[in-house]
């Protein structure tokens, strides 16, 4: 097995990674602050702090892979989806580097690969199992039949769980990424309202309508009592919390229920949060799954789960052309 190189900057994270033989040597990530004051992503700022980040990124994590670039024998990278602008300077480095080392080229879809984190470190998860994929723009139920066969069974129709987090946050006055803020929060408060759960049907998603209840609920609660929110604060989030929640886990459980599946994963940047963690493992308790859940390093955007996938991809000498280009979007 190889030693690769992973690049990922699909969104406002710079990381890079050292995978050996499917181990992670190291996985580096340069996070960008400057995107708090503006309480979202500015896509333009992502790009250019890709630039300046990168080459120092890389240059860490061979360091501390204890390589050097003459041991790099392939580059993999995220193709998409994501920010086009952020995407570019990944696809970028990583094609000049495969060059000049004449080493192959490995595209990665950066949904896949949220799935394939549960492969960085055991214990790993048997095919076929079940993920439930969160994150801040995606929210899917995969069958994982095999490492380079997913398939999607349900999907959001509108807004992913992230986005929920993130703007019922900013309406709550909370700063940005307000995903980890809710559930701090959450954790001192109890939930004590009672949001409109719009179901698409099926085994898709939709958040866009809770994101609208939360909002109304809030505008009548102030109208009551002007200091509504910041009395209740704690209590809030933990409602908005247990919402988001109950909608992703009834969906996991009839997809559960349709596929027979008992080997159930939780991947993505949500699956970081802690009452997410908590309840998946107390319904597999319950319903004689056997969950898995990455380490919180392996959960947000990281260089290791682009590397854990091409080793896969690698393996099969499934390598891409120079002339491959960055796709914000990628068809399923």
Known sequence: ?????????????????????GTVLSNVTAAQAIHVEYGGVVPEYASRAHQR???PTVAVALRRAGVTE?????VAFTRGPGLIGSLMVGVSFAKAFALARGI???????????VLAHFAEPPYPDFPFLCLTVSGGHTQLVVVHSALEQEIIGR??????????????????????????IDRLARRGTPVLTFAQPDPGGLDFSFSGLKTSILYTLQKKAREQPDYVAGNLADICASVQQAIIDTLLGKLIAA???TELTQIALAGGVSANSALRQRLEKEGRQRGWTTFVPRLEYCTDNAAMIGVMATFKHA????AEHTVAPAARLGK
Request: aromatic share 4%; proline share 7%; hydrophobic share 40%.
């Open 256 to 258: 559960a229920e349709q």
């Open 70 to 74: 003459q041991d790099i024998e392939g």
């Open 156 to 181: 959001t129709i509108d807004d992913a769980a992230g986005e929920a987090f993130d703007k019922s946050g900013k309406l709550l006055g909370l700063p940005y990424p307000a995903g980890p803020e």
């Open 104 to 114: 192959p080229l490995i595209e990665v879809d950066h949904m896949q690969a949220h």
């Open 1 to 21: 097995m190889p030693t690769l190189l992973a690049i990922e900057s699909s969104c406002d994270d710079t990381s890079a990674a050292v995978v050996r033989d």
């Open 316 to 319: 099969q000498r499934l390598f």
């Open 53 to 55: 980040n990168i080459t």
